[in-house]
């Protein structure tokens, strides 16, 4: 192969090295927006459980929230049926939904992105694998003209 060939495969090569990197640089700061946007998403998940009135881990079984041990179930303050903690709990959860739908949606536009890009960096990483191998075979045939020489 001449040397006029040998330089515009290097070259080849080179071009789909950078090409490769950036493409594959965009996926994967695609792919860290995506992980974020999921730990969000389960942070709020997370964050329904203080306001769920559920038993608390010091109250024994059929002991009521806000009632003390050893309090007869007339004497129970329930918290839990308490209108402005009632009232607090749907704004709170209203506000968890809202949160959730905008950070779904913004899931499914960058999912969607990743999925464009997706391909475009495999045949990146295809092209400048097989040039690298090009490159490989003609310096190994170069060298091996120049041993038989």
Avoid: C
């Amino acid at each position: 192969m001449s040397g006029h060939n040998r330089s515009t495969l290097a070259r080849l090569q080179a071009m789909s090295a950078l090409k490769k990197d950036a493409e594959l640089a965009r996926l994967a700061d695609v792919a860290r927006s995506r992980n974020r946007l999921k730990s969000a998403l389960e942070a709020l998940r997370r964050t329904e459980a203080p306001l769920d009135p559920s038993p608390t881990p010091d109250q024994t079984p059929g002991q009521k929230r806000g009632q003390k041990r050893g309090q007869t179930s007339g004497q129970t303050i329930d918290r839990g049926l308490d209108p402005a903690m009632v009232g607090a709990r749907l704004a709170h959860r209203r506000w968890i939904e809202a949160q959730q739908r905008r950070l779904n949606q913004q899931l499914a536009m960058v999912t969607a992105d990743y999925l464009r890009q997706k391909p475009a960096a495999a045949r990146a990483f295809g092209r400048a694998t097989v040039l690298e191998q090009l490159v490989e075979r003609q310096a190994k045939d170069l060298r091996n003209r120049k041993t038989r020489d």
